[in-house]
């Protein structure tokens, strides 16, 4: 666990050790299918490891030289792909025959510069130092057969497996040659316009593009390419790095510069959508995100890193050397239980930005000295802690996958008595939270939207961060209704329906602390929506607060459903012809019980209202069955005789 | 030619029985007398007269022993307002001079001023005091009888001289508050930018917000809203700018966006103390009032010590721009809503809701000359008015003499009065009216259907 205050990326340990670099021939790590390959003494035993404890296999491999490459295919068969001569790369199933070609090259003149399988084990993209060719593949018959070739001066290539993009840098110039991949189609490669690198006018002219400055990234669902470039003011004004989105069909445009203060050489890793830009000299890192505005120069947004520089959190790696096994490599210990006791586990401290560590693109780290693989994994409560402006944060944990939890937390540490947040900012934070809901739930009409990973509901809102705090003794009311109303008005700006359990935690705070007459105003505007179970709150403080009944009684009329409440309390407070009136109003009449008009009526010891509401229900009777008399299921029998016990009249 | 005296003001005096027991120190008991001029005499008789009404009708009715005596040229009333401390207005009945039998003689006209008139406006001028100094039992435990006796003169002789009794009407009995129409999210915006104040400056415990002459939000009790609005009306918003009237630039010029109103009878504090409760305490606060166009912030300030220039230039340096931003959007909002506006309506009709104060009526605004009602008119509503405060519920239509239909209805704590001055209309076409205007305005609260 990183100390809060001093880092923002750690290391997660990936459960895959190689052999390290000194006991090897040479080690290849197949982003793709995510593997090492280690090649023993001799070049015909290979050793390939994977995440999965299942996956790690040893293979014999023709012996023909140095391994220049070597990886397998995606799909079922897997076909395993080496390259041991400059020019021809060879194919082998080795999990079924012993069947093996080598892939015809039609100039053999040419050298390989790489080979990458594209859509599992479908077609193979071939880097000459002068093509780019596409095969399809025969997997059964391990055939190939040629679809396309493009003419190019190869310098090198970069190939993204998870984005099917090729990235091919020409001879000469600096050019960047896109190709992109499209499954579905009978030649799927498509090549894009090509992209001119300025790389600044007091660069040397001789200068090119390297390999290792250029990076394919997928940030917030949109391809990039990334290049490392110094500052075209000058060697001494550091580096940045140059984003050109790529579309699918469409010529790539520089859309975003990452502004770095520090010289000297980078690379870059992405976690999260977030950009990494790693120092070496510094050891430092620092993040970026694109969706951050920037300054706009042009068409292009410039960003600054969103924290100061730091360094990766320090990471120790516990291994147990496993001596009796068939592969007696070792074994990554977790449990810290284990580490303390067992003698056998040797602890390392590997040094962080060592000279050995290679960079594989999105966010793996590999140290080749100790043969040990992590993931870079972002400490969101560390940069949320980090961060100064709340909005920022709050904007940044949207967009991250995990950062629900720390959202959460960010909101109960502004509402901490003693250390509350100004409300302009809290209320800038809620339109923040309410736009991530507004958009993740399906809204499109509000705009464009920003990637959003994740977002708050009213419930999770007011479980994890409201009702905590209302029960506090010195969290001041006011606050509590002000965050709570702040938080409403931001619903109601994006047009979300507000829950009742939000209406009803003001009402209860506003009543508890006898402020009847701000919770009237709030009413009267409705901001507190009408429910038949506020409705009824209200009507219970009728005895602290005797406006709540009207207010109870105007919300009973607007909800429309609640005929037969308003008729209750109507009755139940003596207000029988009010009750009358209203049933005719509403076109109750034929349907309304006559026995709890007449017993309400009786119960006022009034004379003439018993006969005045009596007279009503006869005429009833007499509209809908032609007869004066109560029918049996009515049970009115005891009013009928009270009738004519008072007023007399004929018996029937 | 005949001559006509309008009603007003005979005399108004504070006492306290209590503070004389022997005789021949009745002097004594006179805490304010006006006018001033009046010689101790006749103070003396006119109280001794009062104490003498009051105490016999004890006997009959204890807890309400005498509000209201009338005279030929005067009516009276009496109120009580802290134990032991009473108060008595005498005004006098408007009156005519006719020839009878060719004789020059006075006719008075009683119902010209209502009872309900003068009591209000002897409740009302106890309201105000205590709005301004706090309680007379409270002055005179800190101040003495002598200490109370100055603060009464010197804010009631001040007092009364403005008071013009003969224009009192339902609306001063009613002492309803107009609340401005806004929308939910409208309101939401000003409710929480009344908080963002309250919260970013301590010291201000009640916040009211007032836009034109129609109040938004008032953290005070209800009571003290009631009498703080009357205080504010006849003080400033009278005079204050309207949302919906044309002629105001919408952006006033200059960084000095708004600027603090209302200053005290010294001049140049700029703050006044107010008696309002807080916390149920009656708390003396200062009153700050910022205006921006039409928008009236009144903050109700509590310090240890009294907050300097800084504060007053701290305040304003925050309040400006966010409440010059605020001004524009309910500006905006009132004019897109211009048509829905009560004050537009063609009735002249007046509603009240008891439970909270909120009245609405064309005839209140400005801006709606052409609705104006004679006097004789508003006398009618005044009376109906009164004899409805003693109805729970109740419909009455009045064809007037000079042909005019007045239709009066009561629910509940609502009441409801429309005034039609077409001629030639007949009850049923009447009836369908009051229908008619009842469905548009009332169909969102439970009010006579």
């Given at each position: 666990m990183a100390s809060i205050g001093s880092h923002y990326l750690e290391l997660e340990q990936v459960p895959l050790v190689f052999d390290p670099l000194e006991k090897t021939k040479g080690s290849f790590f197949d982003q793709g299918n995510f593997q090492m390959f280690c090649v023993q003494e001799g070049f015909s035993k290979v050793k390939v490891k994977s995440v999965k404890e299942e996956d790690n296999f040893n293979l014999t491999i023709p012996?023909?030289?140095?391994?220049r490459s070597i990886k397998f295919s995606g799909g079922q068969p897997k076909i395993l792909s080496i390259q041991t001569r400059s020019n021809s790369v060879e194919f082998v199933n080795v999990f079924s025959s012993d069947r093996e070609q080598t892939l015809p090259l039609k100039q053999h003149q040419y050298d390989v510069v790489g080979f990458h399988w594209v859509f599992r084990n479908d077609y193979v993209i071939l880097i000459t130092t002068s093509t780019v060719e596409l095969y399809s593949c025969n997997?059964?018959?391990?055939s190939f057969k040629l679809l396309k070739s493009f003419n190019i001066n190869v310098s090198w290539a970069i190939f993204s497996p998870t984005e099917y993009i090729l990235i091919v840098c020409s001879k000469g110039g600096n050019f960047l040659h896109p190709f992109y991949f499209r499954s579905g189609s009978s030649v799927p490669i498509t090549r894009l316009p090509k992209i001119e690198i300025e790389l600044g006018p007091s660069r040397d002219l001789k200068a090119s593009l390297k390999e290792r400055d250029v990076f394919v990234m997928t940030l917030y669902g949109h391809v990039y390419i990334a290049v490392i470039r110094t500052s075209p003011q000058g060697p001494g004004f550091g580096s940045e790095v140059l984003l050109f989105h790529l579309p699918h069909d469409g010529a790539a445009k520089l859309s975003h510069i990452l502004n770095m203060d520090i010289p000297g050489r980078c690379t870059l890793s992405v976690v999260d959508n977030l950009v990494v830009v790693h120092h070496q000299a510094s050891k430092t890192s620092m993040i970026y995100d694109i969706s951050f505005g920037g300054s706009i120069s042009g068409s292009t947004l410039k960003h600054n890193a969103v924290l100061a520089p730091l360094p990766l959190s320090p990471t120790v790696v516990h291994l147990r050397q496993r001596s009796g096994s068939k592969t007696p490599s070792p074994k990554i210990i977790t449990d810290d239980s284990l580490i303390a006791h067992d003698s056998s586990i040797t602890s390392i401290t590997p040094e962080l930005y060592s000279s050995k560590w290679i960079f594989f693109q999105p966010n793996v780290v590999i140290d080749a000295q100790y043969g040990v693989i992590w993931l870079l994994k972002l400490n969101l409560t560390s940069i949320s802690n980090m961060m100064t402006d709340k909005c920022n944060v709050i904007q940044l944990l949207l967009m991250r996958s995990g950062g629900k939890d720390v959202i959460v937390e960010v909101f109960r540490e502004c509402l901490e008595p003693g250390r509350q947040a100004n409300l302009s900012i809290l209320g800038a934070m809620f339109d923040q939270l309410n736009h991530a809901f507004k958009i993740l739930s399906g809204y499109h009409d509000i705009g464009p939207g920003k990637p959003y990973q994740n977002s708050i509901s009213q419930r999770e809102f007011y479980t994890n961060v409201l009702v905590p705090f209302s029960d506090r003794k010195d969290m001041p009311y006011q606050y509590m209704v002000a965050v709570t109303i702040e938080y409403i008005r931001s619903l109601n700006k994006f047009g979300i329906q507000v829950e009742h359990f939000l209406f009803e935690l003001v009402m209860v705070i506003l009543i508890e602390n006898k402020c009847f007459y701000q919770l009237h105003q709030f009413l009267q505007y409705h901001v507190i929506c009408d429910s038949k179970p506020l409705a009824t709150l209200l009507l219970s403080k009728e005895l602290v607060y005797s406006p709540a009944t009207q207010l109870a009684m105007d919300m009973f009329k607007r909800l429309g459903t609640a005929d037969s409440e308003i008729i209750d309390i109507l009755l139940s407070r003596g207000q029988i012809l009010s009750a009358l009136r209203f049933v005719k109003a509403s076109d109750k009449v034929d349907t309304v019980s006559a026995r709890l008009f007449l017993e309400a009526a009786a119960n006022e010891d009034d004379h003439m209202l018993f006969y005045t509401v009596y007279k009503f229900f006869e005429e009833r009777n007499m509209r809908l069955r032609k007869r004066a008399e109560f029918p049996?299921?009515?049970?009115?029998k005891e009013y009928e005789e009270l009738f004519i016990n008072w007023f007399g009249g004929k018996k029937t | 030619m005949a001559t006509h005296q309008e009603a007003a003001v005979k005399s108004f005096f504070v006492y306290c029985?209590?503070?004389?027991?022997?005789?021949?120190?009745?002097?004594?008991?006179?805490?304010?007398?006006?006018?001033?001029?009046?010689q101790l005499n006749r103070k003396i008789r006119n109280i001794g007269l009062c104490e003498a009404l009051v105490n016999f009708c004890k006997t009959f009715s204890p807890d309400k022993p005498c509000e209201t005596v009338h005279t030929q040229k005067t009516k009276q009333a009496f109120l009580e307002p802290e134990p032991g401390i009473w108060m008595t207005l005498t005004v006098t009945i408007p009156c005519s001079e006719t020839i009878h039998n060719s004789e020059r003689v006075l006719e008075y006209h009683e119902h010209l001023i209502q009872d309900s008139v003068v009591q209000a406006a002897l409740q009302r001028s106890y309201n105000m005091f205590k709005l301004f100094n706090g309680t007379m039992r409270g002055i005179e435990a800190t101040q003495s009888v002598e200490g109370l006796k100055k603060r009464l003169d010197v804010f009631y002789s001040r007092y009364w001289k403005n008071i013009d009794i003969a224009r009192h009407n339902i609306f001063s009995v009613l002492q309803g508050i107009p609340f401005l129409p806004l929308d939910k999210y409208m309101y939401l915006k000003v409710h929480c930018f009344v908080n963002l104040v309250e919260t970013t400056f301590r010291q201000i415990k009640r916040t009211v917000f007032v836009c034109g002459d129609q109040l938004v939000w008032s953290g005070l009790e209800q009571e003290d809203t009631r009498i703080f609005y009357q205080y504010l009306y006849d003080s400033w918003l009278r005079h204050n700018p309207n949302p919906e009237a044309s002629g105001i630039p919408s952006v006033p010029a200059g960084p000095n966006t708004g600027s603090f109103i209302l200053e005290d009878e010294?001049?140049?504090?700029k703050n006044t103390w107010v008696y309002v409760m807080i916390n149920q305490m009656l708390t003396p606060s200062r009153l700050f009032v910022y205006a921006v166009g039409p928008c009236v912030l009144c903050m109700f300030v509590q310090t240890d010590d009294s907050p300097g220039d800084d504060f007053i230039k701290r305040i304003s340096v925050f309040l400006g721009p966010r409440l010059m931003h605020l001004t524009t959007e309910i500006r905006d909002f009132v004019s897109r809503n211009r048509s829905q506006s009560v004050e537009k309506q063609p009735y002249r009709m007046v509603y009240f809701n008891e439970m909270n104060l909120a009245i609405k009526s064309p005839l209140l605004s400005r801006y709606n000359s052409y609705l104006s009602i004679t006097q004789d008119m508003m006398c009618l509503l005044t009376q109906l008015n009164a004899e409805y405060d003693k109805l729970n519920e109740g419909e009455t239509v009045i064809r007037t003499i000079a042909d005019y239909w007045i239709v009066a209805r009561k629910n509940g704590h609502r009441r409801f009065f429309v005034l039609f001055t077409q001629k030639d209309v007949n009850f049923a076409e009447v009836n369908e009216e009051v229908r008619k205007i009842c469905q548009k305005e009332f169909s969102n609260i439970y009010f006579f259907d």
């Open positions: 012996q023909r030289g140095q391994v997997s059964s018959s391990l049996a299921d009515e049970q009115c | 029985p209590e503070l004389s027991t022997k005789e021949g120190t009745e002097h004594l008991k006179v805490l304010f007398y006006f006018p001033d001029t009046a010294t001049g140049g504090k």
